[in-house]
């Protein structure tokens, strides 16, 4: 299944605000526990860049990023 460009980006774009919220509640958590507000937002920045890698991974294993197949189809 090919998707349009602008399909694409809208995945992209929950892709990114679903890693930004894992990340704000990852920090938020982690400073709850005790640790300084340095090492929150460093958690936060690790859970964003974990969650929007996972994100990006299944949607390109699904076809529904990137270009596949042969132009002519």
């Not at 090919?2 to 919220?21: E, H, K």
């Not at 005790?34 to 949607?59: K, N, Q, R």
Request: charged share 5%; glycine share 14%.
């Amino acid at each position: 299944m090919r998707l349009t460009f602008l399909v694409q980006v809208l995945l992209a774009l929950l892709s990114f605000v679903s890693s930004l919220l894992v990340a704000v509640v990852a920090g938020v958590l982690s400073h709850e526990a005790g640790a300084p507000v340095a090492s929150a937002v460093l958690y936060g920045g690790g859970a964003f860049i974990g969650w929007m890698t996972l994100c990006v991974t299944v949607l390109t294993a699904l076809g529904l990023l990137g270009r596949h197949g042969h132009s002519g189809e």
